[in-house]
T-cell receptor, first 115, second 112 residues
Framework: DAGVIQSPRHEVTEMGQEVTLRCKPI?????LFWYRQTMMRGLELLIY????????DSGMPEDRFSAKMPNASFSTLKIQPSEPRDSAVYFC?????????????FGPGTRLTVL | KNQVEQSPQSLIILEGKNCTLQ??????????LRWYKQDTGRGPVSLTI?????NTKSNGRYTATLDADTKQSSLHITASQLSDSASYIC???????????FGRGTSLIVHP
């Protein structure tokens, strides 16, 4: 298996622009997670899905952030409009089932820079 | 407020030596505690997952311990290798949810 796939790997944009990050989870995994990592705040869970349905989005910082999962093999995280403080590495992860001790498999991340 | 504190913040050791990283938490109710290894420029990789009833869990040269009474965990690395240079992150999950509390990590550098 190719693992969790994220694109793009790097994104540089200007303040005010729309940014869309993409994720393909491991085939057969029912859960998908979006995380953000910064030097200041470390890793944070933004939102997670179960069978394509958003379960908890309490970590989404503002209304500028939105996430969708139209099918089992694809999810997007959109920021509109983007701001410099959104600069971070965004990770997508997936896990097989809903058991709390399931291993989560992380993608390589998208490094976002907002100028 | 749920918190996870890791120490030391950074550590430098010589190849072949052992080391121990610490994690203290105040997460309640407790579900499980995870240790991740994160290489520079990559996503975290799970090393161990421990529930309340588990005291020790090993993964190769990595051994994690958990004391649920004192709310402390440690990650022991035996016979360190250059490839162990990474950030090690402790994560605690609350009971009944996927909402994690992350530590800030320990940055380990192994010198030849």
């Amino acid at each position: 298996d190719a693992g969790v796939i994220q694109s793009p790997r790097h994104e540089v944009t200007e303040m005010g622009q729309e940014v869309t990050l993409r994720c393909k989870p491991i085939s057969g995994h029912d859960y998908l997670f979006w995380y953000r990592q910064t030097m200041m705040r470390g890793l944070e869970l933004l939102i997670y899905f179960n069978n394509n349905v958003p379960i908890d989005d309490s970590g989404m910082p503002e209304d500028r952030f939105s996430a969708k999962m139209p099918n089992a093999s694809f999810s997007t995280l959109k920021i509109q409009p983007s701001e410099p403080r959104d600069s971070a590495v965004y990770f997508c992860a997936s896990s097989p089932t809903g058991h709390s001790t399931d291993t989560q498999y992380f993608g390589p991340g998208t490094r976002l820079t907002v100028l | 407020k749920n918190q996870v504190e890791q120490s030391p913040q950074s550590l430098i050791i010589l190849e072949g030596k052992n080391c121990t990283l610490q994690c203290n938490y105040t997460v309640s109710p407790f579900s499980n505690l995870r240790w991740y290894k994160q290489d520079t420029g990559r996503g975290p990789v799970s090393l161990t997952i421990m529930t309340f009833s588990e005291n020790t869990k090993s993964n190769g040269r990595y051994t994690a311990t958990l004391d649920a009474d004192t709310k402390q965990s440690s990650l022991h690395i035996t016979a360190s290798q250059l490839s162990d240079s990474a950030s090690y992150i402790c994560v605690v999950l609350s009971g009944g949810s996927y909402i994690p509390t992350f530590g800030r990590g320990t940055s380990l550098i192994v010198h030849p």
